[in-house]
């Protein structure tokens, strides 16, 4: 399970680098500037939880279902929060907005917060 947190985090970290400079550098003409706070804000919290599964996937064994459910939760979490905006965001640039991704965002960042609740859990079980 460590492999794959660590999987996971390496190739969610090296995306968020990627996604970064692309909005850094191609979107910025694109978008106007809540579009690319938006888009910077799904970065960012994809970069911090790639971080995050870095640290877990290196100092806890990852053998419990608590343990399990934290990962998937954080990686779901990720995918559901940073990758719907990055669909509204582009998506609203060109004038056709997948109005579908709007709920997913919050959903994402719900299994971000369980992911949290049962890291903390973790600890204290420690």
Known sequence: MSQFTLLFASILGGLAVIFGAFGAHSLKKLLNEDQLKSF????????????????????????????????????????????????????????????????????????LVCGWILLCFSILNL
């Open 40 to 111: 910077e804000t799904a970065v960012k919290y994809q970069l911090y939880h790639a971080i995050v599964l870095l640290v877990i996937g290196f100092n806890l064994s990852l053998e419990t279902s608590l343990e399990k459910y934290m990962v998937y939760s954080f990686i779901i979490g990720i995918l559901l929060f940073s990758f719907s905006i990055y669909g509204l965001v582009i998506s609203s640039a060109n004038n056709k907005k997948l109005k579908f991704l709007g709920p997913i965002t919050p959903l994402g960042g719900l299994f």
